[in-house]
């Protein structure tokens, strides 16, 4: 049995209100709880208190970020959750400082945090389609990658040494959506990297 934090980074609008990103997290939390793990949830713009949130991430063993990327990146509440609760972590209860010494004050930048035995999974709905990335000659994101895109993401989690699981993501999910093929796919990538 293992710990799963589930989080919801989708911001509601009027065009979007967040209805798949809640069906990808309902699949999810289904899905580990037939395994037999403990789910926690939280949707980010529900509120949240903070140092429960801290306390959270202590208790996972995986984190599970569900979020639509918003101007090439987590939407601005998201953004918000992180400014809060990764900030009020670097108390020790997520990272022991930035990792530098007062001995070498220029080196190991980013080494100080202190989830080693947690993994996260990042979980993206993207109106880009699929062959936007990953291919130098598409003139936007000129052979970026998802990952690429979403690498500030990946750097909050490397902060406090925390072990990436492959990402998933939903492509043009506003204009051509597939969404049978995006679950089946998302069911198969649970099974495989969980």
């Known amino acids: 049995m293992s710990n799963i ?3 919801n980074g989708h911001q509601p609008y009027d065009f979007a209100k967040g209805e798949l990103n809640a069906a990808f997290i309902a699949a999810a939390a289904a899905y580990f709880g037939e395994r037999g793990d403990a789910v926690r949830q939280t949707v980010v713009a529900d509120g ?17 970020m569900q979020f639509p990327a918003n101007w090439m990146g987590v939407p601005w509440s ?10 009020a972590g670097m108390d020790g209860r997520l990272c022991e400082g ?7 004050p220029k080196r190991n930048y980013g080494t100080g945090g202190v989830l080693a035995n947690t993994r996260y999974m990042l979980s993206v709905t993207f109106n880009a389609p699929k062959e936007a ?14 990952d690429d ?15 990436p699981l492959p990402t998933f993501s939903a492509h043009d999910v506003m204009k051509a959506p597939d969404i ?4 089946t796919r998302f069911q198969r ?3 495989t990297h969980l």
């Not at 998201?78 to 900030?87: I, S």
């Not at 895109?149 to 072990?163: E, R, Y």
């Open 98 to 104: 930035d990792g530098r010494s007062a001995a070498d």
């Open 149 to 163: 895109l979403l690498a500030p993401v990946h750097l909050n989690m490397k902060f406090f040494a925390a072990t």
């Open 78 to 87: 998201f953004k918000k959750y992180m400014d809060e609760v990764y900030t």
């Open 5 to 7: 934090l589930i989080i």
């Open 189 to 191: 990538h649970l099974a």
């Open 180 to 183: 049978d093929s995006d679950f």
């Open 133 to 146: 990335f990953d291919d130098p000659a598409e003139p936007f994101f000129s052979g970026m990658s998802v």
């Open 48 to 64: 949240y208190n903070v140092d429960e949130e801290v306390a959270n991430h202590q208790w996972a063993d995986v984190v599970l």
